[in-house]
């Protein structure tokens, strides 16, 4: 998960948090909700759906910003002087994540949605469904990383280096690898709002959180600094929390009818994400223990790779698609399927510690 904020508000030499010790739990109740509040009040959904500007849900604009916005105080990108160090955890989280992960989604999305789902799903919606699938697949987690890489006991510099180095990249390279795989599955791309998307939900946020931390550590010396920025963003973790549970529960809730009546739909879209979560994290996984990275970068690399920054997708997917679009709904069931999935690997990973070197 997808890549979310919940993970934004600890730093990532923090210990992990009640939230995201039970964020399967919680994610669960609020699929649960939103699919039982989305058909038993679809007016209201109806209503907040509406609520929008240039294409962008002012309401899912807001919750997204609620939790980005601690995740991009978080990045530090002083650590960007690091990056020298131990460099083959980044040329396969680069590799990985910008050179093959996208374009293995959108293959898996063109051969289930266009040939072997074809009997059951109609072209339009199948092309709505690869659409979906290509946001998350471009979308590389930047956030919940932290937690994995906690739960691996990663080393958490290297995976701040990762992060903010993964945020520059996704600066440039987002909307272009979009667009083309958009173009290359013949989905006419909406250049300008998919720009507007990337900035409202990328740029802008990373600027904020670039100069509030600029401004927090200003004001502090030294290690005083770095505890400025821990207790600013521990401040917002119930915002982003909140901001998190809200989300899921509004996404389930304008998807929630269609949910209820069509579930083997969910299954379809859900076969692609799998098979990508378990193909990328093993390729990564595999490929490091290969070149002998150690364990604390290794398992942190393939998280990385594995999880989506589901937001930014879903934001974007909503953006261009519509509230009630296939692709919008493509980008929740990756919400549903991410955690589990993640939780999975990590269980899979640490027992396989000793594969690795261990420093």
Known sequence: MTDNAISCAERPAGGIGFFERYLSIWVALCIVAGIALGNLFPGLFGFLAGLEYASVNLVVAVLIWAMVFPMMVNVDFASLSHIGD???????????????????????????????????????????????????????????????????????TYTLVQVSLNDVVMIFAFAPIVALLLGVTDIAVPWETLLLATGLYVVIPLVAGVLT????????????????????????????????LVTVVLLFGFQGHVIVARPVLIVLIAVPLLLQSYGIFFLTYFAARIWKVPFNVAAPCALIGTSNFFELAVAVAISLFGLNSGAALATVVGVLVEVPVMLSLVAFANRTRDWFPQS
């Open 86 to 156: 131990r460099p083959k955890g980044l040329v396969l989280t680069l590799v990985v994540n910008w050179l093959i992960k996208p374009f293995t989604m959108a293959a898996l999305g063109v051969l289930f949605f266009q040939y072997v789902f074809a009997p059951w799903i109609e072209p339009v919606d199948a092309q709505q469904y690869i659409a979906g699938l290509i946001l998350l697949g471009a979308a590389p987690c930047t956030a919940m990383v932290f937690v994995w890489s906690q739960l691996t006991r990663g080393d958490a």
């Open 213 to 244: 931390r600029k401004w927090l550590t200003a004001r502090a010396n030294g290690a005083e600094a770095e505890a400025a920025v821990t207790r600013f963003t521990s401040s917002l973790k119930p915002v982003s929390v909140i901001g998190l």
